[in-house]
């Protein structure tokens, strides 16, 4: 009879079958009163789960056995809240047809379609969620029953739902012999929904929820298909949670890189171009060239070599690689040479075939590149290296091409032509953990100078239990050691997860949070030695005998596109004055001070500052609002009076009141001290802080 195996270790044996439930309240009343559901050899389950046979027991509640809200808890959470307002909406719209409803990492949403064109609006969202309000108050059981395969599917052609019915055909095409339903209380009598689970136990479990917005969808995501409206909603436990996601949802929309990047105008995405191609703006251009200077330098500073290649290159490199035919679906399709083109079309080569001839190698092409590495590895292989020589660090920001759904591609952040901040080495096997060292402290820099001091890294590793992985288990060995120490240096929190390296090498993923408490997953620090073994790179060792490199590659921040995406919402626009396209506005006061005002603005152009003059006929309040609007760092208001003591009236963003007067070249001087020192704004040392230690 089942022994059951605790997270602790503790073992609980029992005579007879028992359920979760019944083991949480063996271990105690508190985590009865607390469990949500159960993680049963790692795998999430009700809490009404019969356990009959030896098994590992986790019984989930909100919090997380080491802290923190446990986020399959909100899996169950959310899951169930969707049950409860399909109910809720199928009482105040009867005709509708329910057909998929999953939980989401910040919510959930339903599908539903309504036949008779009685959709609702946003204006029944306080009726739905007063109907849901009852249900919760009702606080009936998710009861889950199964039936036979075919016994369901009667069921399901009766209450004739053809939605449901696909579901369950799906079901039934991957393996399943059984069919689930959950009924909200008692099956048969109350609301019950075709699902495979699972649920908390009560609809009271679910502490706050609401209804957020629609959106229309179509069956299966085909647009021929019917149109389905998405009904999306969150829930949390506790009414604070849900209202701190309400404020952090407000302070993101304010944020939302799309929005700023429009009003701003760093960016454009041109349906003319193609969705998910980014047109960088010469305003956003400056952030990127600025920012791609930065991150140069440092790495100059750490030996790197830049390098340039091309954005193709023929499917045998990518075949070699082995990025084709795999991973085909997030690729463009390949490029064929005209003459090679007329010469299938003649011979009758229909598209399918020409497909499997060029996954087959029988016809060569080129390929949009997906990766910079294997033109880098061609670099390296370009000549003989002996062991003296390396570690080789060749670096480009490299733009690559890759495949998006086009229903996942919107602003920066998911797009179909990216350029990372590449960068590959070729080390020794005893240069590793030095190596990704140096990428972590260059990351290290890079974040504070941006002020982005809560971040933190994930260290993949292997799963003790398989054997997929290539290269030396000794090698590996020291390469995840050098991982977990070099994330251990950067005195940051970091977690270990074993089964998420690739097969290939170990690796180290940052995950950067921003000021409103999101998470952006950035960029990775890998270690491959998959890539030398299949190009087969060598270099000569101390015994003159042929070695075979270990190759890094590391792209911290991702892509200049997400990077710069996460910066904006970061600094809701307002860049430090070294990032900002335009660094000070020069605003004389009347056509008077015209004259003073363009010699001020050229001393800052000679010095290399991004500095215009507002020569509108505005009053100068107006010009300051457009200035602030326009989220410029430094204006600088000119009058008469200024022109003849040779002042400026110093304003900073974000600052309501005049600074102050500074003389002309100790504002020039300033300005170039603080864009220089690439420091944040309002930070020691700034012309904005000058005034502020004056007054002091
Ligand atoms: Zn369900
Ligand atoms: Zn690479």
Same mark, same amino acid.
């Given at each position: ?5 605790? $997270? #602790? @270790?503790? %073992?609980? *044996?029992? /005579? ?8 949480? !309240?063996? &271990?105690? =009343? ?84 309504? $036949? #008779? @064109?009685? %959709?609702? *609006?946003? /204006? ?8 849901? !309000?009852? &249900?919760? =108050? ?559």
């Amino acid at each position: 009879m089942p022994r059951i195996t605790l $997270p #602790d @270790g503790t %073992v609980k *044996s029992y /005579d007879a079958p028992v359920t979760a439930a019944q083991v949480a !309240a063996d &271990i105690g =009343a508190g985590l009865a009163k607390a469990a949500l559901g159960a993680k049963v050899d790692g795998t999430l389950t009700d809490l009404s789960t019969t356990l009959d046979r030896d098994c590992t027991l986790a019984i989930v509640t909100m919090k997380r056995r080491e802290g923190g809200i446990d986020p399959e808890a909100l899996t169950l959470l959310r899951h169930s809240a969707a049950h409860i307002m399909a109910e809720a909406i199928q009482r105040l719209f009867p005709q509708v047809r329910l057909v998929y409803g999953p939980p989401l990492e910040t919510g959930f949403y339903y599908d539903m379609a309504f $036949p #008779d @064109g009685k %959709v609702p *609006s946003t /204006d029944d969202f306080a009726r739905i969620e007063a109907e849901m !309000a009852k &249900i919760v =108050a009702e606080d009936r059981r998710f009861t889950r029953y199964d039936l036979p395969l075919a016994e369901g599917m009667a069921k399901l052609r009766t209450e004739g739902s053809k939605y449901k019915l696909d579901n369950a055909e799906r079901a039934a095409e991957a393996g399943s012999t059984t069919l689930s339903w959950y009924a909200t209380g008692h099956p048969g009598k109350d609301w019950e929904d075709l699902c495979r689970g699972p649920h908390v136990p009560n609809t009271g479990r679910v502490g706050a929820f609401k209804v957020m917005s629609l959106a229309s969808s179509y069956w299966k995501g085909d647009e021929t298909s019917d149109r389905l409206t998405r009904v999306y909603g969150t829930a949390f436990a506790t009414k604070p949670e849900l209202e701190a996601h309400m404020v952090q949802l407000e302070e993101a929309r304010k944020r939302d890189h799309r929005v700023l990047g429009k009003q701003l105008r760093l960016f454009h995405i041109d349906e003319m171009v193609g969705q998910g191609l980014i047109l960088w703006t010469p305003k956003g251009s400056i952030i990127r060239n600025e920012l791609q200077n930065f991150i140069g330098t440092e790495l100059r500073k750490q030996g790197y070599q830049q390098v340039y290649t091309p954005h193709i290159g023929k499917l045998d490199l990518y075949r070699t690689s082995g990025h084709f035919p795999y991973y085909r679906e997030s690729q463009y399709p390949p490029i064929v040479e005209h003459d090679e083109m007329a010469r299938l079309a003649s011979e009758g080569c229909t598209c399918a075939d020409l497909s499997n001839r060029m996954a087959q190698g029988e016809v060569d092409g080129y390929m949009l590149r997906p990766m910079n590495c294997p033109h880098h590895i061609r670099i390296f292989a370009s000549a003989p290296h002996s062991y003296r020589d390396l570690p080789v660090r060749l670096a480009e920001f490299g733009t690559v091409y890759r495949w998006e759904q086009s229903g996942e591609i919107g602003g920066m952040t998911r797009v179909r032509g990216f350029t990372q901040d590449d960068a590959h080495l070729f080390v020794r096997e005893d240069q590793v953990a030095q190596e990704v060292l140096g990428c972590l402290s260059l990351v290290k820099i890079i974040f504070a100078t941006l002020g982005m001091n809560e971040y933190r890294v994930r260290v993949g590793l292997r799963d003790p239990d398989s054997a997929k992985y290539v290269g030396d288990p000794a090698n590996w060995d020291k390469a995840e050691k050098a991982c977990r120490d070099a994330a251990r240096s950067l005195g940051v929190p970091f977690i270990e997860e074993p089964g998420e390296a690739a097969f290939y090498g170990p690796k180290i993923d940052f995950v950067v949070k921003d000021v409103i408490g999101r998470s952006w997953q950035l960029g990775t620090v890998q270690v491959d030695y998959n890539l030398p073994i299949r190009f087969d790179l060598s270099y000569a060792g101390a015994d003159n005998q042929p070695h075979r490199p270990v190759m890094i590659h590391r792209a911290p921040f991702g892509s200049m596109e997400r990077f710069i995406g996460c910066l904006i919402e970061h600094f809701a626009g307002a860049f430090p004055l070294w990032l900002s396209p335009e660094q000070v506005r020069v605003l004389p006061i009347s056509e008077k001070s015209a004259a003073y005002a363009d010699e001020l603005c050229a001393a800052l152009k000679a010095r290399g500052i991004r500095a215009e003059t507002d020569h509108s006929n505005e009053r100068v309040q107006a010009k300051i609002k457009i200035a602030a609007e326009e989220k410029i760092p430094y204006m600088a208001v000119v009058g008469p009076r200024d022109a003849e003591s040779r002042a400026v009236s110093v304003r900073a963003r974000g600052v309501e009141a005049n600074l102050g007067e500074m003389p002309f070249d100790a504002f020039v001087d300033g300005i170039l001290r603080e864009a220089e020192g690439r420091m944040l704004s309002g930070a020691p040392g700034s012309v904005q802080a000058s005034f502020t230690a004056r007054s002091a």
